[in-house]
């Protein structure tokens, strides 16, 4: 008789092998300083520098998680990521005890953790600090409370448990708002199959409620001050105000070919066809054809499908009408990497599918490999095809930006801006000494610091176009910075300023003795005190 393999004999030792070689993996790499932060990155520590009970785009979470670590290491790259470490191992972790011990199934929950690992979109999330960070967290342990419910009828973990992760998920990214609905169709069918404790349904629609009233209260209330701009923007972001009604089939193969590089052609095949699978044994359960089954193999059927398929399948018909950016779909693949593995499984019954399944994750590990040993590999890419280049170079723009001041005639009376939210973070990260960056409105859509002081100390409301501002900074000099060096200056800078120059100057800048971005500056003088803010009706 074959001995039993060592990962099925001690599944916790190997899931936790496997959790700490990631986490010092990513937690390397967040401070080995191969990538700068991200805008949104840099944008989320600005934030965190001003506490908020909420913000134009997002709640309040982020900001202060990142204050939190930034507290403790400083206002650093590692400081602004090690929270996307913490999260991501964490979220290993609750994988574990979901599948392992809840369901007594380590062999899926270890297999699932390798899937996870190898997928960009969880490698990223385990080095990136973004919304999607705490939001993946909370949706996981949405799932694993909702696994709770059919337990004993008196525990009250998975009610608790569910308010908690809908609240914190709440204050994070608004994209929570899709779980209640979840979890209030998974009860309804658990109910229907007589699978649901007395009682249970109603204290979960509480649960559910008041989770969701303490996640939104802290950005409703920052917006009744701010004339409910987050819902407006969100509007607009959704493809709700002013877009074409007809539906656009182009852009179907890029939403798709997003999706199969976030998560890896091969997982996200196992995905959907795993996927079409179970909704086919729920169905045919549902309508009382499944034969005998184990409820609990039932419900993790059901909880998979429709933690996967209404959210993925969603952005996938929304992408017919406007423009989804790749992560919005990141919350569905939470159950998808659990298919991935029930899918890899299933194929491996045969020597056939074995060897698929092995090429594959050979295939996964080499990706892995290069995203953590990413800098190696951009050597060999073209900067064309490199998507790691807009990351870098922004510590060296700074230095130079700051030897551009000390070479002005009062270099003590120089202030920053951008026309750009995300430029305007990464200068405020990157500018020694970490000063407080403006973001001028030449006829952008809003952002956040539309709604902080602009450099006369004034916000909103706004003024009549064309009056004039003058505040403590009228007559700095400044250096207005760009991403886009080719365009000649904003026409209005000329009245911002008494003397500007033509067009921004070209500085490429290096990242580790090699090239970064290409990014633009203009050193202009004599501040007026007028701050355009021409597109405050775009959201």
């Known amino acids: 008789m074959p001995e039993t393999p060592f990962f099925l004999r001690r599944p916790g030792w190997c899931a936790l092998g496997i959790i700490v070689i990631t986490a010092l993996a990513r937690l390397w790499l967040a401070a080995s300083g191969q990538l700068d932060l991200a805008q949104d990155e840099a944008q989320y520590w600005d934030w965190s520098r001003r506490l908020q009970p909420g913000y134009y785009s997002k709640g309040p979470l982020i900001a202060w998680i990142i204050a939190f670590w930034t507290g403790i290491f400083g206002n650093t790259e590692l400081g602004v990521r090690f929270g996307a470490v913490v999260h991501n191992a964490a979220a290993q972790g609750l994988i574990y005890v979901w599948l392992a011990v809840l369901l007594q199934r380590p062999g899926l929950a270890l297999a699932t953790l390798l899937i996870a690992n190898t997928s960009p979109l969880f490698i990223a999330g385990g080095l990136l600090m973004t919304t999607d960070n705490p939001l993946l967290l909370c949706w996981l342990g949405g799932l694993v409370c909702l696994t709770g419910l059919t337990g004993r009828p008196e525990a009250a973990w998975p009610l608790w448990g569910l308010a908690g992760c809908v609240c914190l998920g709440l204050l994070g990214k608004y994209t929570m708002l899709a779980f209640p609905p979840l979890a209030l169709g998974y009860a309804w069918l658990l109910f229907r199959q007589g699978l649901l404790p007395a009682g249970k349904g109603r204290r979960l629609v509480l649960a559910l409620a008041a989770g969701t009233l303490l996640g939104l209260l802290p950005s409703l209330i920052w917006n009744a001050g701010n004339h409910f701009v987050t819902f407006r923007h969100l509007e607009t972001l959704a493809g709700l105000a002013g877009r074409e009604a007809l539906p ?20 996200l095949a196992l995905m959907l066809w795993q996927g079409f ?17 184990e409820d609990g193999a039932f419900c993790l059927r059901l909880l998979l499908c429709l933690g996967f398929w209404p959210l993925w399948l969603f952005f996938l018909l929304w992408s017919l009408h406007s423009r ?40 996964s590990l080499a ?15 073209p900067d064309s095809l490199n998507p790691a280049l807009r990351l870098k170079g922004w510590a060296d723009l700074g230095r130079k930006l700051d030897s551009v001041r000390l070479a002005m005639p009062r ?22 000494g970490q000063p407080v960056v403006y973001c001028a409105d030449f006829g952008r859509r809003r952002n956040q610091y539309d709604f902080w002081p602009d450099p006369n100390g004034k916000t909103p409301p706004e003024p009549e176009a064309g009056e004039d501002r003058s505040g403590p900074r009228a007559g700095w000099d400044a250096v207005y910075v760009t991403r886009t060096p080719g365009r000649a200056l904003p026409r209005k800078l000329r009245d911002m300023f008494r003397e500007t120059g033509d067009a921004p100057i070209a500085y490429p800048s290096l990242h ?14 004599g501040f007026t005190g007028l701050w355009p803010r021409s597109g405050q009706e775009k959201y």
Not at 367 to 381: D, M, N, T, W, Y
Not at 516 to 525: D, E, I, L, Q, S
Request: with cysteine; charged share 20%.
């Open 411 to 432: 270099p003590e009376k120089v202030f920053f801006f951008s026309d750009a939210y995300d430029v305007t973070a990464a200068l405020a990260f990157y500018l020694p």
């Open 324 to 363: 989804v950016y790749p992560n919005w779909a990141a919350m569905s693949y939470v159950a998808g990497f659990v298919l991935a593995a029930q899918g890899a499984a299933a194929i491996r019954a045969s020597p056939r599918g074995r060897r698929l399944v092995a090429v594959c994750a050979a295939l």
């Open 367 to 381: 990706v892995s490999l290069a995203v953590h040993g990413q800098e190696g590999v951009s050597r060999l890419l």
């Open 277 to 293: 699978r179970q909704t086919r044994s729920c169905l045919a359960r549902l309508r009382g054809k499944g034969g005998e089954e």
């Open 248 to 267: 656009r089939p182009d852009r179907l193969p890029e939403y798709l070919g997003s999706q199969a590089l976030l998560i890896l052609p091969w997982w």
């Open 512 to 525: 580790r003795g090699r090239p970064g971005r290409v990014f633009g500056f203009a050193p202009v003088y």
